[in-house]
């Protein structure tokens, strides 16, 4: 199924910015930008955030949040943003750091 126009981007929910108000500026604008990114390519993704010893925002197409495909989370120095592969792959999460320095 392709695209064909423009889907708004919807805001992050309020709970989700007030979770992320106890990591530094640079922290919430990186998660924030990373949130962004992932939605403009799958705007249609459900977002489940959970509040574990970090922030953790998983995208999903379906309602299961086993089924998430790309992942946040936000620590105090950093921001993950992880792929979960397929059932099939031998490696079962690929993980980028990125740093707010």
Known sequence: MGYTGWVPLRPPDPEYLKLLQPYGEAIQKLALAVRKMILEEAPEASEFVYE???????????????????????????????????????IRTVCCVVRAN
């Open 52 to 90: 574990v010893y970090t922030i953790a925002d998983h995208f999903t197409f379906t309602e299961r949040p086993s089924d998430a495909f790309v992942f946040t989370t936000a620590h105090a120095n950093w921001v993950n943003l992880g792929f979960n592969l397929a059932p099939c792959c031998p």
